[in-house]
């Protein structure tokens, strides 16, 4: 069964601190490796990733893949309250078409 | 202009009851679908559907019906309404290749149904 697995699930930081994400996936079969944010409503899109090795940048955050351990990470420096949200990993598999599998999320709390 | 809308925000229904949530884009995306997001706020796959044919129905009760009149639509339709169902359902819509590098997939603002 795919699955997509983030640690950790939930973290405390103060503003200014750095902080790294991490998401790891086994599935049969990979298109792309996705971050969202989300806060009190939709999911908002941060990055795409499809190959290993290449840094996505915007902003603080960063995210980058390495698809022969089957991971990714998403940096944030310079942590600011308005930071603080879930964080969803998702992996892009083709079936039928495609579809996002989950992870569970990484919730982070920024306190000033 | 919302690229994707759902209606209504909120639900509250008692058990038993029959309701639809609606999904509408206007992206011109030919793949639909409907997610399901629990009390831990993790996010599950329901059913996608590409230019109005169902392609995915993962392992939901047959009381969820998913209809979809055209690209642009994707309703769900849940009989017998029971307390377990209580969840926030996303609609999102791709491309038929799928994720795009820059939007990804795109989420409506998702539908708070509360079973009473």
């Known amino acids: 069964e795919d699955k997509v697995v983030q640690s950790p699930l939930s973290l405390v930081v103060h503003e200014g601190d750095t902080v790294t994400l991490n998401c790891s996936y086994e599935?049969?079969?990979?298109?792309?490796l996705l971050w969202y944010k989300q806060e009190k409503k939709a999911p908002t899109f941060l990055f795409m990733l499809?190959?290993?090795?290449i840094e996505k940048k915007s902003g603080r955050l960063s995210s980058i893949l390495d698809k022969k351990e089957l991971f990714s990470i998403l940096n944030i420096t310079a942590t600011q309250t308005g930071d603080s949200a879930i964080y969803l990993c998702?992996?892009?598999?083709?079936?039928?078409?495609?579809?996002?599998?989950f992870g569970k999320g990484t919730t982070l709390s920024v306190s000033s | 202009d919302t690229a994707v809308s759902q209606t209504p925000k909120y639900l509250v229904t008692q058990m038993g009851n029959d309701k639809s949530i609606k999904c509408e884009q206007n992206?011109?995306?030919?793949?639909m679908y409907w997610y399901k997001q629990d009390s831990k706020k993790f996010l599950k796959i329901m059913f996608s559907?590409?230019?109005?044919?169902?392609?995915i129905n993962e392992t939901v009760p047959n009381r969820f019906s998913p209809k979809s009149p055209d690209k642009a639509h994707l309703n769900l339709h849940i009989n017998s309404l029971e307390l377990g169902d209580s969840a926030v359902y996303f609609c999102?819509?791709?491309?038929?290749?799928?994720?795009?590098?820059?939007?990804?997939?795109?989420f409506g603002s998702g539908t708070r149904l509360t079973v009473v």
């Open positions: 999102a819509s791709s491309p038929y290749r799928g994720a795009t590098p820059n939007y990804g997939y795109t």
């Open positions: 599935v049969t079969n990979f298109r792309s």
């Open positions: 499809t190959s290993s090795g």
């Open positions: 998702a992996v892009e598999v083709p079936q039928a078409g495609t579809a996002l599998i």
């Open positions: 992206l011109g995306h030919d793949t």
């Open positions: 559907y590409n230019n109005k044919e169902l392609i």
